[in-house]
C-alpha cells in the first residue's frame, strides 16, 4: 500500500500536552466563597470565566476547578478546526423545524466561529490562528445527493457559499474520491492547548482563580465539596461536557465518546504537492462515520475521524495518562488515509490519540438550569470549539441583565434519552455499528 509510517518511533498520547502542563493553576487550601463556581476547565468553562471576568471586573469573585489539568478532556485533545454547524445539515434543520428556525441555528454557529476568531484576535492569543476555509466533501453518489441538497438548502435560505464539482475540487485537496464540495469560508484552525492556556493567564490576569486537580465530589446548592473542603457560591456551572454524569448530570443522555486523530511529521515538499492542500484549509466529509484532515502551522497532517467508541472509565484513565491511541486506532486512521488519501506516500506518524466528547441522541448540546443556582452547558456533540467559546459571553451578558436564557433549541432541561447507565456502552457502541453499516451499505 502506499502509505507508509515508521512504527518504531510511533508514540501515543496528546501531541499538544507539553504547552498545556506548563499552566499550574492554584491550590485549594480550604473552603472559599466565590460568586460564580465553574466546574470544569475547557474551552466552556474558561469562555464563561473570561467573560464574566471582563463583564464584571473585581464586583465578582470567579473560581474554576477541575479534576485534572487544564482542557484534559476534548478541549484539549482536538483537531483545533474552528467551523460552523450543529445538529445536522442544514437541509435536515430545515425539514425539522422549518425554514425560520434552521436559518436562526445555523446563523448561530457563523457568529460563533466569528466571534471566536475575533476573540484570539482582539486578546492576541499565541495560539496558531490561521483563518481560512473548512471544505466539506462527498465520497460517494449517496452523499453526494445529500451534501447538493445541503447546499442548496443554504443558498435557498440567503447564506452565500461557495460550491465545487469533482474536477475543480481536486485542486482543494488530491482525493480522487472526492466528488463534490461545500465551502465555508472565514473558518479557522489553531493549536487548541496554546488557546487553552492563553485564556487560562488572561483569566488569572483579570482576577479570575483557576483550581486543578481538585475534583468536585458532590454538589448542592449554594455550595460544592472538593474532598472535605467546601467552596460556597452565589450560582455555579457545570462544564464537563463528556465528564458531566460523575455529578449525575444528564446521566443516559449525554454520553461520553472518544473520537480519534493521528499527527504527521512535518509533510516533505513533494508530500505536501502530493496532498494539494493549503494550511489555511481544511476538509471533512459528510459521511456518518467520516474522517476530517488539516495541516498545522509547521505542516504536519492532522487526521481524524473513523468510528468513535464509548469512553470507559478505563478508556478515560488511559487518555489522562496519555497512554491512549491502541492500535485499532492507528490502523482505522491509517486505512482512511490509504482509501481517500492515496497519492500521499511515505508518511510518518509521530503521534496517536484519542479525546472524549459528551454527545447526545439528537447530536445537540444540552444548556439548562440543573437547579436555582447550578447551570449546566454541556453535550456540544463535537461543535465545542466555537461555540463553547462563542457562549460565554452570552452567559455573562444574560447574568448581567439577569436575563432568561435567548430560546435556542438546545435551550432545554434534558436530551433524549439512550439508556440506562449500565447499558451505556452497549447502546452507544450498538448505534455507531449501525451507522458505520450504513456509510458501508452507501458505498463507503
Known sequence: MPYKTNQDTRSTGNPWVPSIDAFKGGSLSGDIQCDYLIIGAGFTGLSIAYNLLKQFGQEKKVVLIDSHTLGSGASGRN???????????????EKKFGPEKARTMFQHTLDAVDSSIALIKREAFDCDLTVGSQFKVSTNSSNDQQLRLESDALHRNGFELNTYDEHSVQAIVNGPRYRYALEYSNTATINPVKLLRALAEKITALGGEIILNSACTELEEGHAWVGKKRINFERAVISMNGFSHSLGIQKGRVIPVSTSLMMSSPLSEQQRQQLALKTENAVIDNRKIFNYFRLTADNRLIFGGGAPFYSTSGIIAEQRRGSDGPGSVYKELSAGVNKYLPDLTGLHIEKVWTGTIGVTLDNFPVISSY??????VIGWCGHGLALSLAYGAAYAQQQKESSSQTGLYWHRKKAPYLSPIPLLPIASNSYIRYLNIMDNLRGG
Open 79 to 93: 483537531s483545533g478546526m474552528l467551523g460552523p454547524g450543529i445538529g445536522a445539515p442544514f437541509h435536515r434543520l
Open 371 to 376: 437547579r436555582k443556582s447550578i447551570d449546566s
